[in-house]
């Protein structure tokens, strides 16, 4: 059974960092993508970044430029550096990774979300 696990959520101000990471436990044939999604409350949730196996990355428009995302394959493991926080990134930050299957089936995977908060 696949896990993924999410870290690194907290309080800080605006204009602060934190890096969230997401590992992935149990047997995985092949990741494909690994995305970042985040969810304020009363609102549907966003994508806010995406990592192909290729290393190839996309942001939403509203994160560009302040947000990296990276993986370690050796580790099934992505991570999401956050700078220039505002008040608006405050949400729940959930990861989702897209797997194959040795069957060549399409999974998908998600965490139970890690609360990012910021202060004015």
């Known amino acids: 059974q696949v896990q993924l696990v999410e870290s690194g959520g907290g309080l800080v101000q605006a204009g602060g960092s934190l890096r969230l990471s997401c590992a992935a436990s149990?047997?995985?044939?092949?990741?494909?993508?690994m995305n970042w999604y985040r969810q304020a409350p009363g609102k549907q949730r966003e994508l806010v970044a995406t990592i192909n196996s290729g290393g190839s990355t996309n942001y939403a428009d509203s994160v560009k430029g302040r947000f990296t995302i990276s993986r370690d394959n050796a580790k099934n493991t992505v991570y999401l550096q956050m700078n220039s926080l505002k008040p608006e990134d405050t949400a729940d930050y959930y990861c989702?990774?897209?797997?194959?299957?040795?069957?060549?089936?399409?999974?998908?995977?998600w965490g139970k979300g890690t609360l990012v908060t910021v202060s004015s």
């Open positions: 149990g047997s995985i044939f092949r990741i494909n993508i």
């Open positions: 989702n990774f897209v797997v194959t299957t040795r069957e060549a089936y399409t999974v998908n995977y």
